[in-house]
């Protein structure tokens, strides 16, 4: 056991072996940032599934994923869901991934649980299976659902880190990752498929870079061979996992203690402007490092003069430093932060170099 930030003794970076419903129900209420859950699809298979020359394929049959019927699936996703919001804090979050099976019903009981949808997000698998029947179109995809404990929490959502991580580019909700092939499948004794659904290390890459920050907790209910807690572990997240088929805990076991953390430097994230504390514009006035009656001007050549309130006058124009910009813009808003310099020995400084200076001085 280990003491979170909050005190809660937790099993933390552990594998707990048990029925998920039933651990969860145990560990402190209110002691874990986010769940990610990828739980039994309830797949409803019939029969072998064959390919064009007719070699069986390895589908999921396992016993874990039947259920008597859909009343009994449901119940079972409204007990865990339950368990897994009670363990949530306040501003925690949830992932749940699933297929066209059974995402629509989780979708359904977390909004009846109290949960706020935040996004669903497609996964496109560069590389699906095959339909080998030919009667369906094929299933390249699959469902994850973001959601906060509840409406109005604040939850963590690295913005920025995405953008850099897409290249620059905000991040859409359609995810383009292979599935699981080659090295990073893992495989059991027999040479044989080790999970039949292993998920992508990339996928939990970005869930996790995403909306955790370093030392988080993360509770994974369905652990299988623990692709959660080796990104976890990777990221400088805490983890804890709970699976109850002992095969899965100890190739997950064994895989974990391969995985080495990154260097400290490397966990940090690219931080969303507006994480960053408020700084007023008058501030700056206060502390005396811009003066009333000092000359502020924009980059195309536009000036207003500096009050002792910390707002502009240029012109007819009175206002904060975003309001005086948007009137001589003719702009229905401005960031005035990046539209105003000072001059200092003749050179143009950007007033939000000022702005920096108190925030370095706030961490």
Sequence with gaps: MAKTANGADLPLNEIIAGDCIEVMRSLPAGSVDLIFADPPYNLQLKSDLHRPDNSRVDAVDDAWDQFASFATYDQFTRD?????????????A???????????????????????????????????????RGMRLTNAHETLIWAS???????????????????????????????????????????????????????LHRVLVATTKPGDVVLDPFFGTGTTGAVAKMLGRDFIGIEREEAYRKVALKRLDKVRRYDKSALEVSSSKRAE???????????????????????????????????LVSADVTGSI??????????????????????????????????????????
């Design 322 to 363: 975003h309001q005086v910009g948007a009137a001589l813009e003719g702009a229905p808003s401005c960031n005035g932060w990046t539209y105003w310099t000072f001059r200092r020995e003749g050179k143009r400084i950007p007033i939000d170099v000022l702005r920096q200076q108190i925030r370095s001085e706030m961490r």
């Design 149 to 203: 404990r509840e409406e109005g929490a604040k939850y963590t959502f690295n913005y920025e880190a995405l953008k850099a991580l897409n290249d620059g580019v905000q991040m859409r909700s359609d995810w383009v990752i292979p599935l699981c092939t080659g090295h990073e499948r893992l495989k059991d004794d027999n040479g044989d498929k080790a999970h039949p659904t292993q998920k992508p290390e990339a996928l």
């Design 277 to 311: 504390p408020r700084v007023p514009f008058g501030q700056l006035v206060e502390r005396g490092m811009l003066r009333p009656g000092e000359i502020l001007e924009s980059q195309n050549g536009k000036t207003a003069k500096v009050r002792a309130d910390g707002t």
């Design 80 to 92: 865990w869901l339950a368990a897994a919001k009670r363990l949530l804090r306040p501003n925690g």
């Design 94 to 132: 949830i992932w749940v991934i699933g297929s066209y099976h059974n995402v629509f019903r989780l979708g359904a009981e977390l909004q009846n649980q109290g949960f706020w949808i935040l996004n669903d997000v497609v996964w496109r698998k560069s590389n699906p299976m095959p339909n080998f």
